[in-house]
């Protein structure tokens, strides 16, 4: 049973276009949505997250959505630039239990063309 | 933030032997974790390494397979045992700094089970 869902296993963008990435969940027990940004042979990179009261976050050219209704969040990247080609990760926690368990979905590459 | 160094990076192995994976972080953190990512696969949490104590294992993982120490707060070691070519994955450590942060992430073994 798959908490955290990345549908979109690839997407190919042109330089200075938008970038969307796309996540979907079914926990709604999760208080924070992350975003990881992962290069070849580099562990994931912490990138922006949101608070499950919120609907938006923005941190310069990223800003994230959430639709608590729908259940889902995207990553949107202004403009998309060539440094931006990596694999992203989306992922859910708990805070305040134990443990803060991240819940990562599978991830999507984005390729930024030049 | 700060800086987790993990090693080695990458090795192969024969079946039925183990590997010990080292994680050294450059300053005191609260939580470390170790995940796995296998090929085309998300990152699953293995267990959290608790300081001075037995590890806290996710469902499907147990201690005799993965035999993990946190002998202070900077450091933990990740055991893979009597390995199979299933076990042919990316291990990565991760850690957070306090309560409620987002948690950062070492660059990975990439492991080979021949």
């Known amino acids: 049973d798959q908490q955290v869902k990345q549908n979109s296993p690839s997407l190919s963008v042109q330089e200075g276009r938008i970038s969307i990435l796309n996540c979907d969940y079914t926990?709604?027990?999760?208080?924070?949505f992350l975003w990881y940004k992962k290069y070849p042979a580099e562990g994931p990179t912490f990138l922006i997250s949101?608070?499950?009261?919120?609907d938006k976050n923005e941190d310069g050219r990223f800003t994230v959505f959430l639709n608590k209704s729908a259940k889902h969040l995207s990553l949107h990247i202004v403009p998309s630039q060539p440094g931006d080609s990596a694999v992203y990760f989306c992922?859910?926690?708990?805070?305040?239990?134990?443990?803060?368990?991240?819940?990562f979905g599978t991830g999507t590459l984005l390729a930024v063309q030049p | 933030s700060a800086v987790i160094s993990q090693k080695p990076s990458r090795d192969i192995c024969q079946r039925g032997t183990s590997l010990t994976i080292q994680c050294q972080v450059d300053?005191?953190?609260?939580?470390m974790f170790w995940y796995r990512q296998q090929p085309g696969q998300s990152l699953t949490l293995i267990a959290t390494?608790?300081?001075?104590?037995?590890?806290?294992?996710e469902s499907g993982f147990v201690i005799d397979k993965f035999p993990i120490s946190r002998p202070n707060l900077t450091f933990s070691t990740l055991t893979v045992s009597n390995m199979s070519p299933e076990d042919s994955s990316i291990y990565l450590c991760?850690?957070?700094?306090?309560?409620?942060?987002?948690?950062?992430f070492g660059q990975g073994t990439r492991l080979t089970v021949v």
């Open positions: 949101i608070s499950s009261i919120k």
């Open positions: 991760s850690a957070e700094q306090g309560l409620n942060t987002e948690a950062f």
């Open positions: 390494a608790n300081q001075g104590s037995e590890a806290t294992y």
């Open positions: 992922a859910g926690t708990v805070y305040g239990g134990a443990t803060n368990k991240l819940i």
């Open positions: 926990n709604s027990m999760f208080d924070y």
């Open positions: 300053s005191q953190v609260t939580m």
